[in-house]
């Protein structure tokens, strides 16, 4: 069954509307018929419900079936410095599909990026929706919130809001010896941890002056492995493993 997240609640005969790109989704691509049924999420609750009517406005009623809510026990939001080209759209798609809470793009110093002001607020959009065709085809309840970049000073001051923060540091990875991942994990999962966020460098990487900022603030390596992946490969890797140890 299709899946559409609304803004708009039912009504007190379990029937809500549907407008918008979603409603001509619902009639001129699909081709539905009435009595159809799809999935509507509204506060990150999916309902199986049904087409009662299709104008330019689609009208569903709840069948009384819910689905299970597949996301992670854990928040992961990502935070990652700016790359290049089109790698922040491939890590909001691919990381909304492995359950990533929230993305923010932040300024870091190797950044080669240049984030355009005037050209920004439909660059977030754009993410927004990547985010959210992410989450109605892996079949999630919640759209990732996709931030507008932050400097790394805004950044800094976010550490305090999680539980746990770590930091991908490719200078960890050169060491010989080096504290697994999945024994970080284990630790967090133990101390039932709510909410992770994990910071990522650009094609460049964090520096160093960024990395001691962050360990001063409360944030520890994390050590993917002893081989130095790409800005777009790195939080798949992270954001796989977390599933694995709590899911």
């Not at 520890?220 to 977390?242: D, K, N, V």
Request: glycine share 4%.
């Amino acid at each position: 069954m299709q899946r559409y997240f609304v803004q708009e609640t039912f009504n007190t005969d379990n029937e809500l509307s549907i407008t918008g790109e979603s409603a001509r989704h619902i009639s001129k691509v699909m081709r539905m018929e009435l009595g159809e049924k799809i999935i509507v999420v509204v506060k990150e609750v999916a309902y199986i419900c049904e087409i009662v009517s299709i104008t330019d406005v689609i009208t569903v009623r709840q069948t009384g079936e819910i689905i299970p809510s597949p996301e992670m026990p854990v928040q992961v939001d990502i935070a990652c410095g700016l790359p290049k080209g089109d790698k922040l759209e491939f890590i909001a798609q691919k990381a909304t599909e492995l359950g990533m809470h929230r993305l923010i793009p932040f300024k870091a110093e190797r950044s080669i990026v240049k984030w355009d002001e005037k050209k920004g607020e439909k660059k977030t959009e754009r993410l927004q929706k990547i985010a959210q065709e992410a989450a109605e085809q892996s079949h999630r309840t919640l759209v990732p919130e996709i931030l507008h970049p932050v400097s790394f000073k805004q950044l800094l001051s976010m550490v305090k809001n999680y539980d746990v923060v770590f930091i991908a540091d490719e200078e960890d990875a050169k060491k010989e010896s080096r504290t697994r991942f999945a024994e970080k994990l284990k630790k967090v999962y133990d101390n039932k941890s709510k909410s992770i966020l994990l910071i990522f460098g650009p094609e460049g990487g964090i520096s160093r002056t960024e990395a001691e900022s962050l360990s001063t603030a409360g944030a520890e390596t994390m050590s993917l492995g002893p081989r130095i992946l790409r800005a777009e490969t790195a939080p798949l890797y992270a954001l796989s493993a977390i599933s694995y140890e709590f899911e």
